[in-house]
């Protein structure tokens, strides 16, 4: 297999050979690790966590290949694979450990290896298109000024000119912050603080739509990223877990840590100008044909931590390893209650709010109606408080229904639900009594203040211009207010009786019964 580096310009014609050797591949199972460490402990962490890939042998710049196309590929896409000379790439010159081009020009990391096998499958050589940035590249192959990505997350944006292969790693996303920060347990909790990412990166589009109110500065590279960190211009820096830890390793920041998992992870694909349908259905296959021991080794030649074994240390390396295994299960067990235990807290949450809410208005429904009056009617019992009630009922609401349609009706008991949140007091409470009636239970009220009110919600009412609706649409009110020893059976059906006699005369009108 061959790669070569050449200008954007000129990549067709170039000279220049740049020849590097090696296999590659990645993650095999999807693994999730989240450790309070740093360097060399969040690394080997990660050798306990992920299954992974393979190892890279050098090849020397006279190395020839005689290359054969993969029996797998259909007539068809041998024939493509044979009309062409080679790949263009563009790559992210700086994204250790999984790519990188060096200063000599080599295309080196995890992402790398795998293309080397891949070129080795296809038989055809990949060419990497320089680029200054990660940003640079996307723009190219927007440009179509090269055919593939090699290590891409698909988002939105990028699925309008690229097709993304099945993912081949897959790794979590992590922050970088200062040592005395404590570790992050619930990542939304900080998620309005400021965060560095590197320009172009997928995770700045994942993180603006997950978490809107996030401050996020672009930098152009991990390493700023990380000193901005460092020098408290930014709460925490935000990327995979093996680049934060390759990057504090080989920068050696002592004083920087990594704090937390974000709910979120890169989901790695080969990405392939979308007017490559061939090309990318080649890709794919070639992904397929990695097998596990070639993934395992890629993983371990890069991700893995080597320790020095002098001085017979073997066995105390050993027992630290060893450690920090049991450290990081206990922790890793504890991460997944804390995890499970808020999504028993929201999934009561969501329990809570049906039990409590009319599905289609949002309004209490009649079962916290009742409650609430009986709270009522305990609260003025005991202190001497009064309050009143609003009983409405939408006239002629039959008719809406079959002159216009159901869909139509309750589009208008949505909107009349609207008018009444809108007009009442945040100490108001308003439900749907049931069908086409709302109540209103006005606490510490008199009667003749809840007889305004009843006014204005039906003048609101009636002057609103219902969607879908071009006749006017009124509704009848009655109103009443709590009496000494009243029960909550007592008072509804006085309201009640107010309400019909409002239907019996004429309707769109307020009564009122002491």
């Not at 992402?111 to 996307?138: C, H, N, P, Q």
Request: aromatic share 12%; with cysteine; charged share 25%.
């Amino acid at each position: 297999m061959v790669l070569f580096v050449v200008p954007v310009k000129d990549y067709a014609y170039a000279e220049n050979r740049i020849i590097i050797g090696g296999k590659p591949g990645l993650i095999e199972s999807k693994s999730r690790v989240t450790l309070e460490t740093q360097k060399n402990e969040a690394i080997g962490i990660l050798n306990n966590k992920f299954k992974g890939i393979a190892y890279t042998d050098n090849i020397p710049q006279n190395y020839s290949i005689n290359y054969e196309v993969n029996p797998n590929f259909n007539q068809e896409e041998q024939e493509y694979i044979s009309k062409i000379d080679f790949i263009p790439i563009c790559v992210d010159p700086d994204w250790m450990p999984y790519e990188k081009v060096d200063e000599k020009g080599n295309y080196l990391g995890l992402v790398a290896d795998y293309m080397k096998i891949i070129s080795d499958s296809i038989g055809k050589e990949f060419r990497v298109v320089k680029t200054s940035s990660w940003d640079e590249s996307l723009s190219f192959a927007r440009q179509r000024a090269c055919d593939i990505l090699p290590g891409a997350v698909p988002t939105p944006l990028r699925k309008e000119f690229l097709n993304f292969s099945e993912p081949y790693i897959f790794l979590p996303l992590v922050v970088a912050t200062n040592l005395e920060e404590i570790f992050i347990l619930d990542f939304e909790r900080v998620a309005g603080k400021s965060f560095a990412l590197i320009k172009g990166y997928a995770a700045i589009e994942l993180l603006r739509k997950k978490y809107p109110e996030m401050i996020i500065k672009e930098v152009p590279d991990a390493r700023t990223g990380l000193e901005m960190v460092r020098k408290k211009k930014v709460y925490g820096y935000i990327d995979t877990l093996p680049t934060i830890s390759y990057q504090l390793k080989t920068n050696r920041m002592p004083n920087l840590k990594i704090s937390g998992e974000l709910d979120l992870d890169y989901d790695v694909s080969i990405a392939v100008r979308n007017d490559r349908p061939l090309l990318f259905s080649i890709i794919n296959k070639a992904i397929a044909t990695i097998s596990s021991e070639e993934r395992q080794k890629i993983f371990y030649n890069w991700i893995s931590v080597s320790y020095d074994k002098g001085f017979d240390y073997v066995f105390f390396w050993e027992v630290v390893g060893v450690s920090l295994v049991i450290l990081s299960l206990l922790f890793y067990r504890n991460l997944m209650i804390s995890r499970y235990n808020k999504k028993l807290i929201e999934a009561n949450k969501k329990l809570d709010f049906l039990y409590k809410t009319d599905k289609l208005t949002g309004l209490f429904n009649r079962h916290i109606i009742d409650e609430e009056t009986e709270k009522e009617v305990l609260r003025a019992n005991r202190y001497n408080l009064g309050f009143s009630v609003v009983l409405l009922d939408v006239d002629h609401f039959k008719q809406i229904n079959d002159t216009y349609g159901h869909h139509v009706g309750d589009s208008v008991l949505v909107e009349i639900a609207f008018i009444l949140k809108n007009n009442l007091r945040k100490t108001d409470v308003v439900g749907r009594w049931g069908g086409e009636e709302f109540i209103v239970i006005c606490p510490e009220t008199q009667l003749t203040n809840a007889a305004h009110l009843a006014e204005k919600l039906r003048s609101q009412i009636e002057c609103h211009q219902f969607s879908g609706v071009e006749k006017t649409i009124t509704a009848s009110f009655g109103v009443s207010a709590y009496r000494v020893d009243d029960t909550v059976e007592s008072l509804i059906k006085r309201v009640d009786s107010a309400l019909y006699f409002s239907k019996r005369n004429n309707r769109n009108c307020v009564t009122v019964r002491d």
